[in-house]
């Protein structure tokens, strides 16, 4: 249902996310997010250009792990998100608290200057 | 007597978060010939996805053994009416208040969401429990597609 990629260049990491995201899948970004956690990522790229779907399972586990990064000092920035999903980050009011690019090189430029 | 105009669907599952995407595509397939926006339709699908998904995880247990309806009624260039049949605990919404999205993040809340979803996107919501039935019933009106 959501395939899950992870690439790390040294305190940088890429999350691709595939699929589609609900509360039967959520676990895995979850999984996914922790472990950026764990492995001291500073810099935490999430690529979206593939996801076809998130319902509010998924949006809360971004949101669980928004004040963990804080203190953690780890800047995350999402991108490429589809009109249908970036809708839904509008309609809940996410689109303030969590930093969303248009592409790549944008979500790196956001994220230098975080 | 049905109305002329009046087109009904339903699906009925079993309490598995494993069928929500069954259902998702259940209801697209309901909707494509009524709501042309893929966004707007987008929307509706996840609203209806956010109250089985807490139906079947809170009202439930995710018990696969139990079972429950979808039904959607178009009334063409009018309204569609969702209603969502179970026999688990039922929902007051009288209590709900909508949670701060602060104090989520703060408390690293991951639900909250839903339901806010489901409100801010649907133009009537309703639950109701009668004779051991929960119907929670929502409707998007069509005025302006």
């Known amino acids: 249902m959501i ?11 890429w999350l691709t996310l595939v699929g589609e995201v609900d509360a039967s899948s959520s676990i895995e970004l979850d999984k996914a997010m922790e472990a950026s956690l764990k492995n001291g990522t500073k810099k935490l790229l999430v690529n979206c ?3 076809e ?8 586990v971004f949101m669980s792990y928004l004040e963990p990064f804080r203190k953690s000092g780890v800047r995350m920035v999402i991108y490429g998100l589809n009109d249908k999903v970036m809708n839904v980050f509008s309609i809940l009011g ?11 090189e ?7 200057q975080a | 007597m049905p109305k002329p105009s009046l087109i009904k669907h339903s699906y009925k599952v ?3 978060k494993d069928k ?8 697209e397939n309901s909707l494509k010939d009524h709501v042309p926006s893929e966004v707007d339709r987008a929307n509706i699908i996840m609203a209806i996805d956010e109250v089985c998904a807490n139906l079947i995880i809170h009202s439930n247990n995710c018990d696969p053994d139990k079972n429950f309806e979808v039904i959607i ?5 009018k309204e569609i009416i969702f209603q969502i049949v179970d026999q688990g605990v039922g929902f007051n919404l009288e209590r709900y208040r909508e949670p701060d999205l602060k104090y989520l993040m703060a408390e690293q809340r991951k639900g909250g969401m839903g339901l806010m979803f489901v409100v801010r996107v649907m133009d009537d919501v309703k639950f109701t429990t009668r004779s051991k039935k929960n119907i929670c019933r929502l409707v998007k009106r069509l005025n302006g597609q």
């Open chain 1, 3 to 13: 395939a899950i990629n992870s690439k790390t260049e040294g305190l940088i990491e």
């Open chain 1, 49 to 51: 250009e593939g996801l």
């Open chain 1, 53 to 60: 779907y998130i319902s509010s399972a998924g949006l809360g």
């Open chain 1, 94 to 104: 996410l689109d303030e608290l969590i930093k969303i690019a248009t592409n790549q």
């Open chain 1, 106 to 112: 944008d979500a790196q430029t956001v994220i230098d």
């Open chain 2, 14 to 16: 079993s309490c598995a």
């Open chain 2, 20 to 27: 929500l995407r069954e259902i998702r595509i259940f209801v």
């Open chain 2, 73 to 77: 009624e178009v009334e063409k260039d």
